[in-house]
């Protein structure tokens, strides 16, 4: 497996971002196509668009919600987690300080660095694209939905 870093660290999930949203998009664009050709049949037509384009709405929105929702809490527990193992103290003071963004990018260095970037993100107020940006040596992820 290749070693995970900064500009390869998105991930996809071929059947869903690959087959089905690409299935999707052809069948609203034949739809589309349909409505200024087929004059005959052209409320069916909109129909048929305006169903295959809730189908195709409800399955980016639904999948995303879910998985991120589930993994923003997850990412936040980790970091409490993280927090408690190195300071041996709670961490609701320094997470109210921080967004998410800059919590889930601190996730990505090992413990030396990681120190060193909390702070830099509580006191400069890095953003969380900063953060990755400076991490030096990644620590991989490939549990991410």
């Given amino acids: 497996m290749e070693s995970q870093n900064y500009k390869n660290h998105r991930k996809f999930y071929p059947p869903h971002h690959f087959i089905y949203l690409p ?10 196509y349909n409505i200024f050709n087929d004059k005959e049949n052209e409320l069916i037509w909109i129909l048929f668009s305006a169903v295959i384009f809730l189908l195709f709405y409800l399955a980016i929105m639904l999948r995303q919600h879910y998985a991120l929702v ?13 927090y408690y193992e190195l300071f041996q103290q709670r961490s609701d003071e320094v997470e109210g300080k921080l967004n998410f963004d800059q919590i889930a990018a601190l996730r990505f260095a090992y413990d030396d660095e ?26 991989a992820d490939h549990h991410r939905v």
């Fill in 23 to 32: 299935l999707l998009m052809g069948m609203e664009a034949f739809g589309i």
């Fill in 114 to 139: 990681f120190k060193e970037l909390l702070y830099k993100a509580l006191h400069e107020n890095i953003s969380g694209d900063e953060i990755k940006r400076s991490i030096k040596r990644w620590r």
């Fill in 70 to 82: 589930l993994q923003n809490r997850l990412v936040r527990l980790e970091f409490k987690q993280r």
